[in-house]
């Protein structure tokens, strides 16, 4: 789990592959929380392909703002890009994981 910041640039991974479904920017951030515009959506993967009813849902669903919780474990979110690492701090990012 990271420790995501604003303007951060992060994504949702699929589960069993490497590959990213959805892509987004952090766009605040708390203790608690942070908030998350998605801007991009893996189109195949979310059935684009099969119609103007999926692009259109696609478009207001998956490219929507969502909060998350910076306890919750469950999403497979990932750091991509940061304006706030440099050589030095790369390690520093990742944050400890839940108390058991």
Do not use: C
Not at 7 to 25: A, M, N, R, T, V
Request: zero cysteines.
């Amino acid at each position: 789990m990271w420790t995501f910041k604003t303007g951060d640039l992060i994504s949702k991974s699929h589960p069993k592959k490497d590959e990213d479904l959805q892509i987004g920017i952090v766009i605040e951030d708390d203790n608690t929380t942070f908030l998350v515009k998605w801007l991009w959506y893996n189109k195949d993967f979310f059935m684009e392909k099969d119609g103007d009813i999926f692009r259109e849902m696609n478009n207001m669903l998956l490219l929507d703002t969502a909060v998350y919780g910076r306890v919750y474990n469950g999403e497979y979110l990932k750091l991509l890009s940061s304006n706030y690492l440099d050589d030095n701090q790369n390690k520093n990012r990742e944050t400890t994981k839940k108390n058991n």
